[in-house]
């Protein structure tokens, strides 16, 4: 991701992906989930703010339960939206 669109990402994921996140540790035990009182939604992950979804899907073979971007862009009232994964496929070499 391009440095310019960093400064305002966020991490959006299924309630069932942070309960399993949050047993989740760095090699000196500090956990990566940290709650933050002074983020729009209470909780960081590696600095950036999480927001939980409905729309995202749970943990499951061949699901996606965890975005992370810039959606600064985005403008929607109103409107149930339904994430879709954008992340392109691997190729394999030729």
Request: with cysteine.
């Amino acid at each position: 991701m391009p440095d310019v669109f960093k400064p305002n990402c966020v991490w959006i994921m299924s309630k069932q992906a942070r309960t399993a996140i949050r047993k989740l540790k760095d090699g000196e035990g500090n956990y990566l989930l940290n709650k933050d009182a002074t983020t729009k939604w209470g909780y960081t992950l590696f600095g950036r703010p999480v927001y939980i979804s409905d729309a995202v899907d749970s943990i499951a073979a061949g699901k996606t339960p965890i975005y992370y971007g810039n959606f600064s862009g985005l403008l929607l009232s109103g409107v149930p939206v339904r994430l879709a994964n954008t992340m392109p496929k691997a190729h394999k070499d030729r």
